[in-house]
């Protein structure tokens, strides 16, 4: 069975974010379940897995994403997918606006509550996987300000995404 490689190294990853986390709070009884219901996806057990192009859906469609939360970034489960004219709809982030797919570009983008456009996450669905796991390092190991700044600008130049989506998901405004 082919699966998406993309896909399959965003999840070991978060399994290395979750070792990573559980070491840095280890005096913290709590840390270790509140990170392994945000960070560690199951494939999900009662369908058989379904090749996706796209990882953010391959993830979506073939894995339990309910609980994943990076940056106050979440991603629907399938059943809740919204698909548009324009647009395929992830998931959500922590200021209540839609995180979606375009379809022509296949860029990432936010959505305001009518489906209108209002920035750039990413220009593909791999960068934006690779900056959630880029979020949850800094956000565990508690960066200052000035290094969450300077990665959520990294992040939106390599992505070619909006720096203010950045530094809202790395907590990266003046203390």
Do not use: W
């Amino acid at each position: 069975m082919i699966k998406n490689i993309i896909t399959n190294g965003f999840i070991q990853q978060l399994q290395e974010l979750y070792k990573l986390g559980v070491d840095l709070n280890a005096k913290e009884p709590i840390a270790k379940e509140v990170l392994r219901e945000t960070l560690i996806i199951e494939p999900k057990k009662d369908v058989p897995y379904l090749y996706e192009d796209d990882p953010i859906l391959d993830l979506i469609k073939n894995y339990r994403v309910e609980s994943f939360d990076i940056g106050r970034i979440s991603f629907y489960t399938e059943d809740d997918l919204i698909e548009e004219e324009d647009y395929i709809v992830v998931g959500s982030e922590g200021a209540g606006d839609l995180i979606a797919i375009k379809k022509k570009t296949k860029q990432i983008v936010t959505l305001d509550g009518y489906f209108e456009q209002l920035l750039v996450c990413s220009e593909t669905s791999e960068q934006f996987l690779n900056n959630l796991i880029e979020i949850g390092k800094s956000n565990l190991r508690h960066y200052p300000y000035k290094d969450k700044y300077e990665l959520a600008k990294k992040l939106s130049s390599e992505s070619k995404g909006d720096l203010s989506f950045y530094r809202e998901a790395l907590g990266a405004f003046e203390e």
